[in-house]
């Protein structure tokens, strides 16, 4: 029986969502719980993807196959009791035994905060990127404009990767909303490539502080080369906010 | 010279305010970063109170005395550069030499957050009370108009508290607003017992879940026994907002 769950996650205390030995990882985590539900060292999950060391989850979506005949509600309470609690169940039920939560994965939404007030706020110091300078916020929304649309995004990409095919993924949408101190942006695409929200919201940062013109996103794009682009922003502010299947 | 400083700090990993051997504290990271800036081991400091563990600050106020002729500006920055990212200096400047952090404070003023929903959200794990139950909002405002005034408020001190003299304390505002799922408490006083806000807001929410009256808390107040009031709310939901002297 193939068993879908959809979980939420804070990223700080965590070294990634894969499975690394001797590290505290959220793969790791659920596993090890699994395992305890099943009486054996652990229940392989597979995620929609992975995410870094620092980032968040609200929505990361996992499959794992079991044999127990256990109720949902009651598969969230058990599981809820062994994990630990940077890590959140929001759903779990049964689905089709062909569903696969990275393959059948359509397109995923990521969000991206920026706390933007001249002085920090310790709160927030694991949950958003603070900047202190001014952000010529109009200019940033032209810039995401760009960066809608299917492109070959390359120069959004980490240099050192090992993405294998080309590197080509459609955004669907690319916006920024700011509400009080806080600037959140919204991509959402059919893939993405390693590091390539945490680029384009660096490179958009650039374009905010003036250092940049919005239109340069369309020669960074052109020239299919990470040097070109903006620094990579930083994990805390990162949040994977659903997977649509 | 005396100096005054307003601090915030994320109480989630510190064994509460006050110094202790082999304890990570608030006072004892604050001492010893003035020390290193002094060359000296530590330089003594007098918060108006002390905090539990896991209790936050928005404004704690502090005061040392210092021979160091450094601006403002350049102090805030020293002393920053030297202390960990979950204590924030807000501001620090010179005052009378016979302020007294402690003994001058005329009135303080703590926040309480619940975060009210079926469902919990890890984000808000170190930061909020948790209170899944329906909860009689009205009733727990009638209950906080009790509260205000000049009372005797034993019931609402901790029996191992220590407290010497007299529990008469006057409580100038108690209020609670809805903010979306947050319910903020606002207790401010001219003094403090020791739980006396978390063990205020414990009531308060028994009174919202309608297993107490509102009226209850005129003979919990009268009947000056610890042990007829209700539970201690958690610490991770307290906050020192400010300290007016």
């Known amino acids: 029986m193939r068993m879908k769950m959809v979980i939420s996650y804070d990223g700080t205390n965590f070294s990634g969502y894969q499975i690394q030995p001797g590290k505290r990882t959220i793969q790791g985590e659920i596993e090890k719980a699994l395992g305890k539900m099943h009486k054996i060292d652990k229940v392989p999950v597979i995620a929609s993807g992975r995410t870094d060391s620092g980032v968040h989850a609200i929505g990361q979506v996992i ?8 109720e949902p509600s009651n598969w969230l309470r058990a599981l809820t009791s062994l994990l630990p609690s940077d890590i959140q169940i929001i759903d779990i039920g049964k689905v089709d035994d062909h569903f696969h939560a990275r393959y059948d994965a359509k397109s995923k939404e990521y969000r991206y ?4 007030r001249e002085q920090p706020d310790i709160f927030k110091r694991h949950y958003a990127y603070w900047v202190a300078e001014s ?4 200019k940033m929304k032209q810039a995401l404009t760009y960066i809608e649309g299917k492109h070959d995004f390359t120069s959004f990409c980490a240099a050192n990767s090992g993405v294998k095919g ?3 993924r459609t955004v669907l949408q690319a916006a920024l909303e700011e509400q009080g101190d806080e600037i959140i942006f919204t991509i959402r695409g059919d893939g993405f490539l390693y590091n390539m929200v945490r680029i384009i919201v660096g490179t958009v940062v650039e374009v905010g502080k003036g250092k940049r013109d919005p ?4 020669n960074i794009l052109r020239a299919k080369n990470r040097k070109v682009a903006g620094k990579t922003a930083p994990a805390h502010g990162l949040f994977l906010w659903n997977v649509q299947y």
């Open 135 to 138: 952000l010529d916020i109009d």
């Open 166 to 168: 080309d590197k080509i």
């Open 63 to 70: 499959h794992f196959d079991t044999q127990l005949q256990i």
């Open 215 to 218: 239109e340069e996103i369309l």
């Open 113 to 116: 905060v920026i706390f933007h």
